[in-house]
């Protein structure tokens, strides 16, 4: 068994076994002694849910693996108002700032919910896509996927109505994250009314509004920062999707 090290105690990841890494972009290309090396280079941490991982505007000294959890990314706007630009599952890279050309974070990482990961000193970046074919191909569809998945936000922003994007941003988290329960689809991590308002650029009244009005018609249920999408071929219809 594997045991963590406080959050304010980062520790190397030695002891993890590559293997568990197998099938992990960006792993899963490359062979048992390229993962080992990286991960000798490792650092692991544990971070409680509400917990920032790094903050915008800092420096971007590492880059991140989410072995475990969920990481909400938010951004802060210029009126002072936070917006959610992501929900990134376990498994996957972020605050990959040099990916994208910045020395900053772009954005502040906040743990939804307890969660792990390892990290890496950003000047190791360069040296891992330059060795590690594997790594460098799957790191940068990661980095398309995240500015495609962006792009498609500022277009529903831009042109869709307040109830198209609340549907839209529940099928990318029960796409994302969804796992099957009795009778739907749950958001297999917390999430209120406010993250969902703070996700499609509109009030929580609106969004409060247009929940309870989803869930006397049996489409949606939610309480306790839980949503679970009963109905996920009326939530397609309700986001404009074509079926």
Not at 150 to 164: D, G, K, L, S
Not at 176 to 199: C, L
């Amino acid at each position: 068994m594997i045991v963590m090290q406080k959050a304010n105690r980062p520790s190397t990841y030695s002891t993890l076994d590559e293997s568990l890494l197998n099938g992990i972009p960006p792993f899963s290309m490359l062979d048992p002694k390229q993962i080992r090396a990286i991960l000798d280079l490792a650092s692991s941490r544990r971070h409680a849910a509400g917990a920032s991982v790094f903050e915008e505007g800092h420096d971007a000294d590492r880059f991140y693996l989410l072995l475990d959890g969920y990481i909400r990314v938010v951004r802060i706007t210029a009126d002072g108002e936070q917006v959610i630009v992501l929900h990134i599952p376990s498994g996957q890279l972020f605050g990959i700032a040099k990916a994208l050309g910045h020395d900053t974070y772009p954005a502040t990482a906040i743990a939804a919910t307890d969660s792990i990961t390892l990290s890496w000193p950003t000047r190791l970046w360069d040296s891992f896509v330059a060795q590690y074919d594997g790594f460098a191909t799957q790191s940068y569809q990661t980095v398309g996927a995240r500015i495609g998945e962006m792009n498609t936000r500022i277009v529903e922003m831009a042109t869709q109505q307040v109830e198209q994007r609340i549907a839209c941003a529940l099928l990318r988290l029960i796409n994302q994250t969804g796992r099957k329960v009795d009778g739907g689809i749950e958001i297999d991590f917390p999430i209120s009314r406010q993250d969902i308002s703070e996700m499609t650029g509109t009030t929580l009244h609106t969004v409060s509004r247009m929940m309870s009005a989803w869930e006397k018609q049996g489409f949606v249920e939610s309480g306790r920062k839980r949503i679970t999408v009963r109905d996920p071929h009326q939530i397609v219809i309700l986001s404009g999707a074509k079926v």
